[in-house]
């Protein structure tokens, strides 16, 4: 178990960019979830998946925004034209059902800045 | 909508001392689970302590305690004997038991300075 890694930790970029993060969840965790963090606020749901289906999508989530996992193992998260307003820290989860409970676990993130 | 409130945005607290972070919700649902997170500086969020709503006991996990008044929709972190380690962004967080998604409704959170 080496834990939910995300690739970049930190990205700089110009405004009208596209940016592409990627999530590792812990082996065998079917259940994927991506969460946006401003400075100052807690996480907020973005998205989720249970294997390689995306299930549900915030509000949140623009049409600028686009997740993926194929075949159900690592995720992708991009964002097209992206605006000062999308700086933030994205945070990437995995889940499985152990004990009856399903608990998530959390990546270090990737920390987005748009200039 | 489900919504979870933290009023105090900075704690401090003498190490050896015991301190209480505050978080309210609201819900319609009966079914639900409360959590406390922990985030450190620069490093990933791991989880403190849960709480299922069907439990009347009250959870603990070592140094760790909730205080969970379900009629009040009120769910506290008793933290004893502070350590410097304890330091961090504590999030208090909600999931409906009614959830498909199991997606993780947060506070605002509480920054915690624990000063030797």
């Known amino acids: 178990d080496t834990g939910v890694s995300q690739n970049p930790r930190h990205k700089i970029t110009k405004r009208g960019q596209n940016v592409t993060f990627r999530c590792d969840p812990i082996?065998?965790?079917?259940?994927l979830y991506w969460y946006r963090q401003t400075l100052g606020q807690g996480p907020e749901f973005l998205t989720y998946?249970?294997?390689?289906?995306?299930?549900?999508k915030s509000r949140l989530l623009s049409d600028r925004f686009s997740a993926e996992r194929p075949k159900g193992s690592f995720s992708t998260l991009e964002i097209q034209r992206t605006e000062q307003g999308d700086s933030a820290m994205y945070l990437c989860?995995?889940?499985?059902?152990?004990?009856?409970?399903?608990?998530?676990?959390f990546g270090p993130g990737t920390r987005l800045t748009v200039l | 909508a489900q919504t979870v409130t933290q009023s105090q945005p900075e704690m401090s607290v003498q190490e050896a001392e015991t301190v209480t972070l505050s978080c309210t919700y609201d819900t319609s649902e009966s079914d639900y689970y409360l959590f406390w997170y922990k985030q450190p500086p620069s490093r990933q969020m791991i989880l403190v302590i849960r709480?299922?709503?069907?439990?009347?006991q009250n959870a603990t996990e070592n140094r760790f305690s909730v205080n969970f008044q379900k009629a009040a929709k009120s769910f506290s972190l008793k933290i004893s004997d502070s350590q410097l380690g304890d330091a961090a962004m504590y999030f208090c967080?909600?999931?409906?038991?009614?959830?498909?998604?199991?997606?993780?409704?947060f506070g605002q959170g509480t920054t915690l300075q624990v000063k030797p």
């Open positions: 998946f249970q294997n390689e289906a995306q299930l549900e």
């Open positions: 967080a909600y999931k409906a038991g009614s959830s498909n998604t199991g997606k993780l409704i």
């Open positions: 989860a995995s889940s499985r059902i152990a004990g009856g409970f399903r608990e998530q676990f």
């Open positions: 082996s065998e965790h079917n259940r």
């Open positions: 709480q299922e709503a069907y439990k009347q």
